[in-house]
Each structure stands twice: as structure tokens, then as C-alpha cells.
């Protein structure tokens, strides 16, 4: 067994592992970072710490929120550095059973076949889980302009 | 026990313990190249202290196993597999030694005739039966713990206490907050109190990773003196700027590289007195070590007065040793070809001393330096001496910032790099040439760039809007950088930034300021590069092209050099033949009118003004149309891509105008108009070879 966090952005769940999960908090203040990939919302200070917050929506290809609408910052650790993903909203601790999980089905958006691990059925529908470093490890930055 | 060696043993044991667990994994992957370059390295660190501590039986027993390294590096790696018990059994015998040395303060008596004899049987070809194991090693007491008044802390935990005090900072501020306004005495003194602990704890904490570069260099001024003995050289060393302060880590890091460069520069850099004596040099050679904050970066120059490198050996060597093809070697400046002594392996000493020259060491330094993030470069004059610069980026320093104002957004830039604020209006103008903005100031051009451009913040504004410029001094380069105003002034301790960040190379990392929220810092070194001028006019204080010297010339780029004055000029190197040293005495008056001979012939001279006394001259030997002349030059500067002039107000006679080549402005000569107006027919041999 391991453990899972549930994440939801519109309609559909996701899931990191608990252990890599630091934090969660309300929106925070963000500070842009021109010329960053597409899918970094920018910077964010946890208790004088940097963290990088990830818009999971723009990099998984969805569409983004509503600019009024709640947001939820899940601060998760990776190679000794703190990302935020920014999403809807934050659910429940999963105990998720290894044999029941599924492959990730071949049809599935090559963006989102990347940073899959693997599918877990539930009664309520299909949770996708998340593999962090796959997660972060995104096309270079743009280069500044000559 | 001396604290040089009580340093040198807690060090040893440490890389005793690394080399340990090397030689295993060797055992296992006798394939891998890069184990056999650390451990060789690891050896040769520590065979070097042990040489100007005097601990002879150490490092004879280290030399030989190095010997043995080395030749089985040179013969192919399958043989590593004979020798790895071997050299454990030399790894072994050394930490019996350090042990020793530990208890006793000096070596034991002895010797280890019996390894050596060992070690010189794994060389041999016919060694590839594996060796005995070894036999377990003398049963040794731990080595006792050596130092009593420091201890040594993980990085982690300094940094975690960081940010801890960061909270606490931001706590104390929301309780000055909340406490606003109220009169109750005792509240008011708790929090005063709370407010000098709180910022005594954060300077106390800082400074625990701070330390001047000098204590890195307290060991250097022994070992120069040492080093000169025993090689019958005289040597003085100069240390500058030792109150530079530099993160403890980083310190740490650069230890070893100083003590390699040093001893570099002693064995190949410093000619013997007699040497020096006659190439009408001082018999004492100068080693000038220097540090100092520049910009994003503490740079650190080693320079030495002795012979210099020679680049057709460097290019001997790298064919030698294969580096790279023959095409691209060609391909390579002078500046490339010098890097190679970097390159692990790679080595021009004819002899291997016991002081250097095996091909380890320089790639030490550059490995070390680049672990922290920094650079290291050398440049060289031949006969003038070689200077390393080494930059280490200002990551994990604090540094006081001015926080600017650009699109809405802030943004910090290290206060070392700003050289002045002007504000744009009607006596300072923005001017356009084409679609690039420059402003006059006191009598030079400035290169600008809108900082809203750079970072695609994509704001439009009009041209005659009033901006605010922050005028930049990287390096040899100025320019100016366009905001909408200057904020704030604040001492920041610089963040990295997450590794996806990284590749806009336009940022030196990012920062909390005392409001809690986050800015991103500006890194000058970038932003210099981007304004299109290269950092490379003054590549070193005394540059010399060696290579070029009675060479002859070609390409589409300009030379830079010196002559009457401060202002560089520069000739297009299309109508440049050749460069010439030439002595004082060689420039003759015919008619009343300054003449080089040259080749047997009578060459017009130019000169721009009187000659720096005492200096080297050069002649620049210029054609045009059959014709050739020569113009005295001072110093020969560098050569940089053409440019386009910017301003032909100035263009006369002899002058088509002034460019701004590194972010100052050079004169641009007109060859062709010297040439034809003093000009002597080209000597026939020359027509050939133009």
C-alpha cells in the first residue's frame, strides 16, 4: 500500500505520493518570472523559503481557471527543491492498493502520458497518478530577446 | 600540533576515505575513465600537501602510487584490475602513516620499500595476473579527531536555521504590526528586545558562513617559499584583496584550485633566476593572487610575470594527445587552444616533476570550480607571464541589491554592478540609430537596452517617455539599462533558482526581501552579454598576440589597439599584412619623416602621437592597392568582429568614424588613406605572400 493525495482540477482527479507532499495552502501571492516555460506561475515564499508554483492546468494542456475562482497551492519536494502545483482544489488521502492499479491507456494525450504513473480505479472514477520529477522536468525557458 | 598539519590530517583522512571507496568501484568498473581521473587527482592533492609539509615517507609512498596510476592510465584500463589491490594496499599502508602522524605529530620511522616494490610490479605489462589481496592492514588505532575549537556543519542545517530565522524575522515584523500604536511599556520593551535578538541571531547566522578569502590563502605564502627552494627559483607572492568575503562552501571549494594554480605557476610559469636574468627580466619572479567582487561574481586572478604559455606547444600537445581533430584545431583561436590545459590528461611538461606536470591538476581546478557554478579561464602572453581568472557566481552570498521598476513588476539588481542613475529628459536624450537607443553622456555613447524588451514584458511605450537608466559597469563594458524607476535599496541573500529556471541565464537566482515577498535578481554578467558588446576588449592587462607576431593576417574582423592616447582605435584586419615587434632603435627619420626598416626597405610609418616610454611598440603593416605602410602601436588589444560605425561625425582625414566595441568608443582607422598618402611600393616577396 502507499499513500496518496487526491488533487482535483475541473473535473478530473489526480493523485501524488503523500510523501513527497510538504504542504498545502490557499493562493499565495505569486511573482512572475518573465521569460519562464509557459506552465511556471511563478514564485512564491514558504516560510523564507523560494518555491517554484507549477500551473498544473497549463501543463497538462487544459485550459485555465477562472481568474475569480478558488486555487490550491500543494507544495511538494523534489531533488531538495519546493514546487507549488497550482490546482482547484485538494481532496483526500488515498491508501492505494498496487495490484489495482492500471497501466496508463496508450490513447491517452502524449502530454498527459508523460507525467503519468499509472491509473487507479475507484467506485467514484479514475484517479491519474502523478510522477512528480516527470512532472517538473519541462522544456527549456525561452532565451531572452537580442 | 601545528595547525597547518592538524588541518592536513583531518583532510587526508577524508580523502583517504574517498579513495578507499574509489579503488573499489574500479575493481568492479576498470572500464571507467573518469574513476581512474578522480582517483589520480585525489592522489595528487594529497601527495601535494604532504610535499611542502615535508612529509617525505608519505609522499614518496603516494608518488609511487601515482606512477603506478599513471602507467597503467597511459596502457589501457583492463590492467586497473591487477593493480586496484595493490593500490588499496598503498591506500591502507598511507592511513597508517596519517594515523601515526596524528598521535606522534611526525612520521614514523621506516619505510615502504616493500609497497613501492609492489606498486612498481603493477606496472609492468606482465602484472595482469591479479595480485595477492592485500594483507589486512596493521592493526591501527582510529585516527583520533584532530581539531577541539571547530566543528564541521552540514550545510543543510545552517541553511535550514536560515530560513528558520527568516520566519522568525517576518513573526517579529507582524508583532511590531499588531503592537502599533498601543503604550503598554511592557509589551513595547519585550518586543524591543525581541527585535535586537531576533536581528543579532540573523547577522550571527550569516556570518557563520562567511569567511575572508585570506584564510584560503594562509597556507600559500609557506608553500611559495618552500616551492621556490626547491626548484632555484626566486619567487614573491602578492596577495590582494584577502578581505574578500566568500561563503564558507564555496571557500572550501576553492582551497585546492589555489593551491594547484600556485604551484603551477612556480614550476611552469616562474623562469629560473638565470632564465629571467636574460631576457632582461627582475631575478625575482611576482605571483599576484587577487580577489574581489565584481558584478554577480567574486572573481579571483592568479597572475604570474614568468614565461607564459605557448600556444604552438599547447597545440602540439592537444595533437599529441588527440583530443580533438585536426580540423577543428585549426578552427580554434588562441584563446580555445589555451583552455585545453584544462582538459583532464592533458599535459606539455616533457618531464613529470614532483612538483607538476603530469596532466592532473589544472583539470582539478576547473572540475572544482565549475562544482559551485563557477568559471575558470586562462589567458597568456608569451614571455609576459599567464593569469587564471577564476569567477565564482554570487549564489549563497548576500549582497547589497537596488530594487528597480519595470512593467509593474520588481526586479533586483546587485548594487556593485550599478555605476550611476540618470534620468532621461530633455539634457539626457534618448537617441535612435536605426532601432537601437543610445544616450550621450559626457562626450560617449551608451548603449541601452529597455529592460521591458529584454525580459518580453512586452509593454509598448513611446520613445520620448521619461525612463529612468541604470547605468551598468560589467567588466570593461557600460551601458544603460531602461527602467521605470529605482525602488529601493536592500541588503538580499541570494536563492538559486529551481533548475527549470535556470536556462533564462538572464537571472542570478531570486530573493525574499523584508515585505516577505519574492523578487528575481538581475545577473549583470548576462544582460552585458546581451547588449551585443563582448567582454573581451582588455582579455588581460598586458595582451600580447603571440601567435599573430610576424604571422600574417586575415578576416573580416577589426584589430583593436593602442597608440597617442587613451581611446583604442582600431584598422580592419582585411587591410592588415602583418604585426612586427619592433625596438625603439628601428625607427629611423628619412626626409624628416619616420620610417621602419622592413625586409631591407624603407617603410612609412605612422604615428598617432607620441609613443608610451618605455613601452613595447608594434608595427601594423597595412596594405592597400599595392602600397603598404605601418602605423607604431603601444599594444596590440584584441580582435573583435567588425562593427558598424556609429559615428561619422568625427570622420576626417585618415578617420572613417567611431564605433562602440565593449560598450566604449573606438576610433576607426582608415588605412587606405595613410597608405596612399605615405606609401612606398609593396616589396616584391611580400606581393606573394598577401
Redesign the interface.
Known amino acids: 500500500m502507499s499513500d496518496f493525495i487526491s488533487l482535483r482540477i475541473g473535473t478530473q482527479d489526480f493523485g501524488v505520493p503523500v510523501l513527497q507532499v510538504r504542504d498545502v495552502m490557499r493562493r499565495q501571492?505569486l511573482?512572475?518570472?518573465?521569460?519562464?516555460?509557459r506552465a511556471?506561475a511563478g514564485?512564491?515564499?514558504l516560510?523564507?523559503?523560494?518555491v517554484?508554483a507549477i500551473d498544473l492546468r497549463t501543463r497538462l494542456g487544459l485550459p485555465p481557471q477562472a481568474a475569480d475562482s478558488d486555487a490550491t497551492h500543494v507544495v511538494v519536494e523534489n531533488?531538495g527543491?519546493l514546487?507549488a502545483l497550482v490546482v482547484d482544489s485538494v481532496g483526500d488521502v488515498l491508501a492505494v492498493d498496487e495490484r489495482q492499479l492500471e497501466a496508463v491507456p496508450p490513447g491517452l494525450d502524449p502530454q498527459w502520458r508523460a507525467v503519468a504513473s499509472a491509473v487507479y480505479p475507484t467506485a467514484d472514477g479514475l484517479i491519474v497518478l502523478l510522477d512528480i520529477a516527470r512532472l517538473?522536468?519541462?522544456a527549456?525557458?525561452?532565451?531572452?530577446?537580442? | 600540533m601545528d595547525e597547518l598539519l592538524r588541518e592536513f590530517i583531518a583532510e587526508t583522512n577524508e580523502h583517504l576515505a574517498v579513495l578507499e571507496r574509489d579503488l573499489v568501484a574500479l575493481e568492479r568498473a576498470p572500464e571507467d575513465a573518469r574513476l581512474v581521473d578522480d582517483i589520480f587527482r585525489n592522489i595528487h592533492s594529497i601527495k601535494g600537501t604532504c610535499s611542502f609539509l615535508g612529509l617525505k615517507r608519505l609522499e614518496s609512498l603516494l608518488h609511487a602510487a601515482e606512477n603506478a596510476l599513471g602507467k597503467l592510465r597511459d596502457e589501457g584500463l583492463p590492467a586497473a584490475l591487477a593493480a586496484t589491490g595493490t593500490l588499496l594496499g598503498a591506500c591502507d599502508r598511507a592511513k597508517t602513516l596519517v594515523a601515526a602522524l596524528a598521535q606522534e605529530g611526525r612520521e614514523p620511522e621506516g619505510g615502504d620499500a616493500d609497497i613501492v616494490a609492489r606498486l612498481e610490479l603493477a606496472m609492468r605489462p606482465s602484472a595482469l595476473v591479479p595480485a595477492p589481496a592485500p594483507a589486512a592492514p596493521e592493526p591501527s588505532t582510529a585516527a583520533p579527531a584532530a581539531g577541539v575549537d571547530t566543528i564541521r556543519v552540514n550545510l543543510d542545517t545552517i541553511e535550514r536555521l536560515?530560513?528558520?530565522?527568516?520566519?522568525l524575522v517576518?513573526a517579529r515584523n507582524q508583532l511590531t504590526q499588531l503592537l502599533r500604536g498601543r503604550t503598554d511599556l511592557e509589551a513595547t520593551q519585550a518586543l524591543q528586545r525581541l527585535s535586537q535578538v531576533t536581528s543579532a541571531l540573523q547577522e550571527s547566522v550569516m556570518k557563520t558562513r562567511m569567511q575572508p578569502i585570506g584564510q584560503a590563502w594562509a597556507k600559500l605564502p609557506r608553500m611559495v617559499r618552500d616551492l621556490a627552494r626547491e626548484l632555484g627559483k626566486k619567487i614573491e607572492l602578492k596577495l590582494d584583496g584577502s578581505e574578500t568575503e566568500l561563503d564558507r562552501q564555496v571557500l572550501e571549494l576553492v582551497k585546492d584550485p589555489f593551491t594547484h594554480l600556485m604551484r603551477n605557476a612556480a614550476d611552469h610559469g616562474i623562469e629560473t633566476p638565470a632564465q629571467r636574468r636574460r631576457v632582461g627580466k627582475p631575478e625575482t619572479g611576482t605571483v599576484t593572487l587577487s580577489a574581489r567582487q565584481e558584478g554577480s561574481a567574486i572573481v579571483i586572478t592568479l597572475a604570474d610575470d614568468g614565461r607564459g604559455i605557448d600556444p604552438e606547444r599547447i597545440r602540439a600537445a592537444i595533437r599529441r594527445g588527440g583530443f580533438v581533430s585536426d580540423a577543428e584545431l585549426k578552427a580554434m583561436s588562441e584563446h580555445q587552444l589555451l583552455q585545453f590545459v584544462f582538459h583532464p590528461g592533458f599535459t606539455t611538461a616533457a618531464q613529470v616533476t614532483n612538483v607538476s606536470g603530469r596532466g592532473v591538476g589544472l583539470d582539478v581546478v576547473r572540475s572544482n570550480v565549475e562544482k559551485i557554478g563557477g568559471t575558470v579561464e586562462v589567458a597568456s602572453g608569451l614571455g609576459r607571464g599567464t593569469r587564471f581568472t577564476i569567477k565564482i557566481p554570487l549564489t549563497l552570498a548576500i549582497v547589497p541589491a537596488l530594487l528597480l521598476d519595470c512593467a509593474g513588476?520588481r526586479f533586483a539588481i546587485p548594487q556593485t554592478a550599478v555605476a550611476e542613475l540618470v534620468r532621461s529628459g530633455p539634457e539626457h536624450r534618448i537617441e535612435w540609430i536605426h532601432d537601437a537607443p543610445v544616450l550621450r553622456l559626457r562626450g560617449s555613447l551608451l548603449p541601452l537596452v529597455a529592460l521591458s524588451?529584454?525580459?518580453?514584458?512586452g509593454e509598448e511605450r513611446g520613445t520620448d517617455n521619461e525612463w529612468l537608466i541604470v547605468i551598468i559597469g560589467y567588466g570593461a563594458q557600460r551601458f544603460g539599462l531602461m527602467v521605470d524607476g529605482v525602488d529601493d535599496a536592500e541588503e538580499i541573500v541570494v536563492?538559486s533558482?529551481?533548475?527549470?529556471?535556470r536556462?533564462?541565464?538572464?537571472?542570478a537566482g531570486?530573493?525574499?526581501l523584508g515585505d516577505?515577498?519574492?523578487?528575481?535578481i538581475l545577473d549583470p554578467g548576462?544582460l552585458a552579454a546581451?547588449t551585443?558588446a563582448s567582454d573581451s576588449v582588455e582579455p588581460v592587462r598586458a595582451p600580447a598576440p603571440p601567435p599573430q607576431l610576424g604571422g600574417s593576417m586575415r578576416g573580416d574582423g577589426l584589430l583593436l589597439f593602442r597608440a597617442g592616447g587613451a581611446t583604442p582605435k582600431a584598422l580592419r584586419l582585411a587591410s592588415l599584412l602583418r604585426i612586427e615587434e619592433i625596438a625603439p632603435g628601428q625607427i629611423e627619420q628619412i626626409d624628416g619623416k619616420p620610417v621602419i626598416l622592413y625586409r631591407g626597405a624603407a617603410l612609412p610609418l605612422h604615428l598617432f602621437g607620441a609613443a608610451a616610454p618605455g613601452g613595447r611598440q608594434f608595427a601594423l603593416i597595412a596594405a592597400h592597392d599595392g602600397r603598404i605602410c605601418a602605423f607604431v602601436a603601444d599594444a596590440v588589444l584584441d580582435t573583435v568582429d567588425d562593427m558598424p560605425v556609429l559615428d561619422r561625425a568625427l570622420a576626417g582625414p585618415g578617420l572613417l568614424g567611431v564605433a562602440m566595441i565593449g560598450g566604449r568608443p573606438v576610433e576607426i582607422v582608415d588605412a587606405a588613406h595613410y597608405v596612399t598618402t605615405a606609401s612606398a611600393r609593396l616589396p616584391a616577396p611580400e606581393r606573394s605572400a598577401a
Open positions: 501571492q511573482t512572475p518570472v518573465p521569460l519562464a516555460p511556471i514564485l512564491l515564499n516560510r523564507g523559503r523560494i517554484t531533488g527543491e514546487y517538473l522536468d519541462m527549456p525557458p525561452r532565451r531572452a530577446a537580442s | 536560515m530560513a528558520e530565522i527568516s520566519e517576518l513588476q524588451d529584454v525580459l518580453l514584458l536563492k533558482l529551481a533548475p527549470m529556471l536556462g533564462t541565464r538572464l537571472f531570486s530573493t525574499v516577505g515577498s519574492v523578487v528575481l548576462a546581451m551585443g
